[in-house]
């Protein structure tokens, strides 16, 4: 699809964003990566994917601000298992913004089911870092009959929100940014695929502009957040908790720790897993782990794949 508003972004539109991440995947991964692309009422929502089989697809759901390039460290290791599939929220990474309805947590989870109905394949494991972990539990709330299984890599938690930590936040965004569109994307000093890809992703002012507005809505969406968790309860489908273990002062992490055993805890068929030596991109730090978990899950999850 090639609609008049991506040929203002730049250079190959965002379709060169999509090429860029499929390219760096596929020289990590053995099995074919494949590019991915939704219509949502004129918009395109898209995603790499790899891998086949007949089991459960697993979804993976970046953290806030990030895109799908983010599982980079653990989806060739997923696609020898399984279908495997990484996408970008509106606005990030291969993704047209949502212009209509803007940045909300009923249009992220619209997205989110929008693509599981797409791929037709039955309820996924959904596995989500961070803010996707908590996107992931909103949309096993609200349509657990897409949802086969969980795998929530240090999610986020509405009632872990320390002030300075948010401030941190949006100064290390901004850094970041900073950082990545300044590096060279040509030339001899060009880095290697990942580099170019990473720049990729932030290229584009609505890009950048979607990495610090999701941000503050996390931050804005507090209450609701937690009136829907009051409501909310998971479906009866294996739960795997993944909590780090660095990166905070000790009394922080162990409060944020806590809120993770009682997401598992609350969970049916809940496991909380603490993954020593990891940050806060336990994917990053420790891949085997977060692949180990998604693998169990999905394992477990076979008898209620049809559901």
């Known amino acids: 699809m090639q609609t008049g508003w991506e040929t203002r972004v730049g250079p190959g539109g965002l379709k060169g964003v999509q090429e860029a991440i499929v390219k760096v995947l596929a020289e990590r991964t ?55 599939v990484a996408y970008d929220r509106a606005g990030l990474g291969a993704s047209e913004p949502d212009r209509a309805l803007g940045l909300t947590l009923q249009a992220q989870i619209g997205d989110l089911a929008a693509l599981l109905r ?4 039955g309820p996924a494991i959904l596995v989500g870092h961070s803010w996707g972990g908590q996107l992931a539990q909103l949309l096993a709330w609200q349509r657990p009959e897409l ?46 695929a ?5 720049a990729a992703v932030v290229a584009h002012p609505h890009q950048r502009r979607t990495v610090l507005s999701e941000n503050r809505m996390t931050g804005l969406a507090v ?5 829907r968790r009051a409501a909310g309860r998971l479906p009866e ?46 994917h990053a730090d420790k891949p085997r782990a977060v692949v180990t978990a998604v693998l169990e899950v999905s394992e477990h ?7």
């Not at 999610?155 to 948010?166: K, M, V």
């Not at 209450?223 to 009136?227: D, G, I, K, P, T």
């Open 30 to 84: 053995p099995a074919e990566v494949r590019p991915g692309e939704l219509d949502r009422d004129g918009r395109a929502l898209r995603w790499v994917e790899a891998g086949s089989g007949a089991g459960a697809p697993m979804v993976l759901i970046a953290g806030s601000g990030t895109s799908s390039l983010t599982w980079a460290p653990v989806l060739p290791e997923l696609a020898e298992h399984g279908r495997v």
């Open 118 to 121: 797409h791929l037709d394949a």
């Open 147 to 192: 949802v086969a299984g969980l795998v929530l890599v240090d999610p986020a938690h509405e009632e872990f929100r320390p002030a300075a930590i948010g401030a941190a936040e949006a100064v290390l965004n901004r850094l970041w940014l900073l950082r990545t569109v300044l590096a060279p994307t040509a030339g001899p000093g060009a880095g290697d």
């Open 194 to 198: 990942l580099a170019r890809a990473e």
């Open 223 to 227: 209450a609701e957040l937690r009136r």
């Open 237 to 282: 489908v294996p739960v795997a908790v993944l909590s780090a273990t660095e990166g905070l002062p000790r009394v922080m992490r162990a409060r944020w720790t806590a809120l993770q055993s009682r997401i598992a805890a609350n969970a049916a068929r809940g496991n909380h897993i603490v993954v020593s030596g990891a940050g806060h991109a336990v």
């Open 301 to 307: 999850a076979g008898n209620v794949r049809n559901v």
